[in-house]
């Protein structure tokens, strides 16, 4: 059974920083690429950071240079190191595999963490 489980999302000042983590299970982990997603109110989800299945990282400009993706297939796990945090980072974060696992025909998604950057 394919599970996604988020974690380290918190309240956080701009200009701080937050550690991201993601369990994967269900899955042959290490042989997919994976991202971190964000979805902010009334916003369509995106994708802000990639990793392949051999190490090479992918990330739009909005976050480049503040963000860094890592994975450790021998946990099963992928991070997300943010860093710099602006207030528009504001968003529950998910993980998945870049493109999404499907599941009984439907993307599968799990239920995210939310970061909140505010003063």
Known sequence: QVQLV???????QPGGSLRLSCAA??????IYAMGWYRQ???KQRELVATITSG??????DSVKGR?????????????LQMNSLKPEDT????????PPWIVSGNDY???????TVSS
């Open 25 to 30: 299970s269900g899955r042959r982990f290490s």
């Open 91 to 98: 968003a529950v974060y998910y993980c998945n595999s870049v």
């Open 6 to 12: 988020e974690s380290g999302g918190g309240l956080v």
């Open 67 to 79: 963000f860094t993706i890592s994975r450790d297939n021998a946990k099963n796990t992928v991070y």
């Open 55 to 60: 190490g090479r990282t992918i990330y739009p």
């Open 40 to 42: 902010a109110p009334g």
């Open 109 to 115: 998604w799990g239920q995210g963490t939310q970061v």
